[in-house]
């Protein structure tokens, strides 16, 4: 049975937004928070981030499974130690925000992300940038499902294959991490599970798809078009913090 307040167009939509970021992700090695996250709340904020995160614990396996000849742990473990840091921050503030508030989290929290990659910083891949890009990672990435941006600045300088594999190991540590903090923190129960196994099949289906495209399409490309989305919601999200509609 559909959940109250999801229509079955609902359920299309939101299957469709996560089969094209999970494509994304397959492709770049990060982009189902960035791409599918703002339109999910504004499609119905119940979609984040508790659905959204489940969603990519599963992409991330597969994604690991994909890449694992390629994983070199001994630069990601840094970036794991930080979101540790991150994602318990972020479920103590799950733990006192909602409503207005939240929305205005998830907004300010976009636009900073998308801030941070249009910025044109280039950090170097160490041990110290990696701990502190895991921890805004964590931590954005717990609530409001947008954990790409602060780590892929750290990995921006290297190659295709070491990317979507480190990333996704990252992605899978922090997003179980992140699973946790939702559910002490209230924001992981029976709805955002059923509302989970809704949408995993275009969860799925852009994994699949992104087998074929990894080679051919270019993510520059479409980057201007993926921020400009989150922009949008963010704002959005902030103008519904604000007014309260």
């Given at each position: 049975?559909?959940?109250?307040?999801?229509?079955?167009?609902?359920?299309?939509?939101?299957?469709?937004?996560?089969?094209?970021?999970?494509?994304?992700?397959?492709?770049?090695?990060?982009?189902?928070?960035?791409?599918?996250?703002?339109?999910?709340?504004?499609?119905?904020?119940?979609?984040?981030?508790?659905?959204?995160?489940?969603?990519?614990?599963?992409?991330?396996?597969?994604?690991?499974?994909?890449?694992?000849?390629?994983?070199?742990?001994?630069?990601?473990?840094?970036?794991?130690?930080?979101?540790?840091?991150?994602?318990?921050?972020?479920?103590?503030?799950?733990?006192?925000?909602?409503?207005?508030?939240?929305?205005?989290?998830?907004?300010?929290?976009?636009?900073?992300?998308?801030?941070?990659?249009?910025?044109?910083?280039?950090?170097?891949?160490?041990?110290?940038?990696?701990?502190?890009?895991?921890?805004?990672?964590?931590?954005?990435?717990?609530?409001?499902?947008?954990?790409?941006?602060?780590?892929?600045?750290?990995?921006?300088?290297?190659?295709?294959?070491?990317?979507?594999?480190?990333?996704?190991?990252?992605?899978?540590?922090?997003?179980?991490?992140?699973?946790?903090?939702?559910?002490?923190?209230?924001?992981?129960?029976?709805?955002?599970?059923?509302?989970?196994?809704?949408?995993?099949?275009g969860v799925v289906i852009g994994f699949l798809?992104?087998?074929?495209?990894?080679?051919?399409?270019?993510?520059?490309?479409?980057?201007?078009?993926?921020?400009?989305?989150?922009?949008?919601?963010?704002?959005?999200?902030?103008?519904?913090?604000?007014?309260?509609?």
């Amino acid at each position: 049975m559909i959940p109250d307040g999801i229509t079955l167009a609902d359920l299309l939509l939101a299957n469709l937004f996560l089969l094209a970021g999970a494509c994304l992700q397959g492709v770049a090695g990060y982009g189902i928070g960035t791409l599918s996250a703002p339109l999910l709340f504004l499609l119905s904020p119940l979609f984040v981030p508790g659905p959204l995160v489940v969603n990519a614990v599963v992409l991330a396996i597969l994604l690991l499974l994909r890449n694992r000849a390629s994983i070199r742990f001994r630069e990601v473990r840094y970036a794991i130690g930080g979101s540790i840091v991150g994602t318990t921050l972020a479920g103590l503030t799950l733990a006192v925000i909602t409503g207005a508030a939240f929305d205005l989290m998830f907004g300010a929290l976009i636009l900073f992300g998308v801030l941070l990659s249009v910025a044109g910083l280039r950090p170097a891949l160490n041990p110290r940038n990696s701990v502190i890009a895991g921890a805004a990672s964590g931590y954005m990435g717990t609530v409001v499902a947008v954990g790409g941006p602060p780590i892929a600045m750290i990995y921006q300088n290297e190659k295709g294959p070491l990317v979507r594999a480190n990333m996704s190991a990252f992605f899978l540590f922090t997003s179980c991490a992140s699973i946790v903090a939702l559910f002490f923190a209230g924001r992981l129960g029976l709805l955002e599970m059923k509302l989970f196994l809704f949408t995993l099949p275009g969860v799925v289906i852009g994994f699949l798809m992104s087998a074929t495209l990894v080679r051919r399409l270019p993510f520059s490309a479409m980057r201007p078009l993926i921020l400009g989305i989150a922009a949008v919601a963010g704002v959005g999200a902030l103008i519904r913090g604000l007014t309260g509609s």
